[in-house]
């Protein structure tokens, strides 16, 4: 998809055109699409009461559950309620979604304030999974389910496993749990170490201490988003070790 200027004011009949061929949706309301695009920091900039997509990402969070989740109860009528959530939560985890938005070019569209652009938050997987989920929240609010519903459809098509499988994979967080057990015998522990930010737009430090003493700190739009940020940090300097280890 075209980049485009990351400074400016798409107009939101510009964003719909470009997005809803991708959704296979047509936007009654197009502003509700603008609006899912719109990032705290840019609000914040512009001050005079702007709105951002804070409130949608909290409705799109449970609009993208529910679809996936009616999704996966009907293709997968012989599997237990354990696997359907593990195939549930690898494809609505921060990661999965952040590709999926990335996919269909969202990160280009995004109105995001100077400072957050500068600190990269265009490429930052919390902020582009929150605005994919918002984007959702925007085809329902306009649309209702059923066009959300198939949205989803669309928008995962080529991710949807073939089969129910206890192999599906895992989130980082259970997995730095099992490489940790394997390696160590423990598990790893993880402590909230604070927030910062106002109410609407908090960011949240969690950090994962590994039983050998190593330590690694991430930050998140909640915690799990956090817990999740170091365990991936973690697992990955584990296996660098591991792979330089068997070269």
């Not at 409705?59 to 993208?64: M, W």
């Not at 192999?167 to 927030?195: I, V, W």
């Not at 737009?201 to 201490?209: H, M, Q, S």
Request: glycine letters at 8%; proline letters at 4%.
């Amino acid at each position: 998809m075209q980049n485009f200027d990351a400074s400016s004011n798409m107009p939101p009949k510009t964003a719909a055109k470009l997005l809803e061929p991708v959704l296979g949706y047509t936007f009654i309301r197009p502003e509700l699409l603008d609006l899912a695009l719109t990032h705290s920091s840019w609000a914040n900039e512009c001050g005079m009461g702007q709105n951002h997509n804070e409130r949608l990402e909290f409705l799109g969070d449970a609009v993208l559950e529910l679809c996936v989740s009616a999704q996966l109860y009907r293709r997968f009528p012989d599997a237990r309620e354990g696997e359907l959530t593990k195939m549930r939560a690898h494809l609505v985890s921060t990661v999965s979604l952040a590709e999926r938005a990335r996919k269909i070019g969202l990160d280009t569209l995004l109105k995001l304030g100077r400072g957050e652009e500068s600190q990269g938050g265009r490429t930052r997987d919390g902020v582009l999974s929150d605005a994919f989920e918002a984007m959702l929240a925007a085809v329902y609010e306009d649309g209702g389910f059923d066009a959300a519903r198939e949205a989803v459809a669309r928008l995962f098509a080529d991710r949807w496993p073939t089969a129910a499988s206890k192999t599906m994979p895992k989130d980082y967080k259970t997995r730095l749990q099992e490489t940790s057990q394997q390696q160590f015998g423990e598990a790893p522990l993880y402590t909230r170490l604070g927030s910062n930010g106002p109410e609407h737009a908090k960011v949240f430090e969690i950090g994962v201490k590994l039983p050998d003493g190593r330590e690694f700190v991430a930050t998140g739009s909640s915690c799990k988003k956090a817990e999740q940020n170091a365990a991936q940090q973690a697992l990955d300097m584990l296996e660098t070790a591991k792979s330089t280890k068997n070269s």
